[in-house]
């Protein structure tokens, strides 16, 4: 009679044999005659706890999929383009511009100035005696203009009130001048009073032009990007009505030259200026 190996009872012949379950501690026997290769054995437990079907290839597919997210994000994050800023334009009504309309007019070349003929005293005005003629009192008494002296104007003292209005208000526009702004409100202001005192120097360029091109007249559009360091950069100007490459030239080289206050970041601007012929 078999013997259970756990608690040493007797066990029938067959779960000896084949394997099975003690009737007394109910332990499980091994049989001697039951498979014990335990690769096979390995293997079989692994079978049972793997997916099976389809089943089996959703989780690489997740964790490929989370891994490209990442990766896009990532370079997303560190390649991203600059947020384009929108242009802000001062034809706009809501600005308060207005219209930068210039008229031109071409002056004529001055004529030539004919210097008056010296005035001679007879030689009796000079003996002392008197010059019958009705121009010599206005003639002693030109001369006595011209030998009498000048006195010298005041000298303004350094403490005077004039000279300290230009000096504070020197020295308050170079304390504001490296302010960086960040305000919108405060940006567009800053802009347009540029414009407002920048714009109208522009009507040189288009009397230069009027030499040589009398007909010229029309609207240009003007665009710029004022940097964050107050410059004004990407300046370009185009005919709207008629082109004029030099006219265009010459302003934007003037523009290029304007200075405004830093401000937050780059801020591309536009504004629409007119020039008509005085003739």
């Known amino acids: 009679m078999d013997a259970c190996p756990f608690c040493h009872t007797a066990i029938p012949e067959d779960v000896a044999r084949f394997g099975g379950k003690c009737p007394s501690c109910f332990a499980h026997v091994p049989g001697e005659e039951a498979a014990t ?7 079989d437990t692994h079978d049972a706890h793997a997916p099976k079907g389809p089943m089996r290839f959703v989780l690489p597919a997740l964790i490929t999929l989370a891994s490209a ?41 001055p004529e030539p100035v004919v210097a008056p003929r010296p005035r001679v005293r007879p030689a009796a005005a000079s003996a002392g005696v008197a010059d019958p003629s009705p121009e010599s009192g206005d003639a002693v008494a030109d001369a006595a203009a011209l030998e009498a002296p000048v006195e010298p104007e ?7 009130q004039g000279l300290s209005l230009d000096v504070s208000v020197a020295v308050s526009r170079r304390a504001t ?10 940006i567009v202001e800053m802009i347009k009073g540029v414009l407002t005192a ?41 005919g709207l009505d008629v082109a004029d490459a030099d006219l265009e030239a010459c302003i934007v080289k003037k523009v290029t030259e304007w200075s405004f206050q830093p401000i937050r970041a780059d801020q591309p601007i536009q504004k629409t200026l ?5 003739f």
Not at 94 to 108: R, S
Not at 207 to 218: C, H, P, V
């Open 154 to 160: 005041p000298a303004v003292a350094s403490g005077a």
């Open 198 to 238: 920048e714009s109208p120097k522009l009507k040189s360029c288009y009397e230069q032009r009027l030499k040589t091109r009398e007909d010229l007249a029309g609207r240009w559009m003007l665009s710029l990007v004022v940097t964050r360091d107050g410059r004004a950069s990407s300046v370009g100007v185009t």
């Open 69 to 109: 997210g990442l990766v896009a994000a990532a370079a997303w994050v560190m390649f991203k383009p600059a947020p384009v800023a929108t242009v802000l334009d001062f034809d706009d009504a809501g600005y308060a511009v207005g219209d930068l309309q210039f008229v031109a007019y071409v002056e004529p070349p």
């Open 274 to 278: 007119g020039f008509t012929s005085g």
């Open 37 to 43: 290769d335990p690769g096979t054995h390995g293997h």
């Open 177 to 186: 001048q490296g302010v960086r702004l960040t305000d919108d409100g405060a």
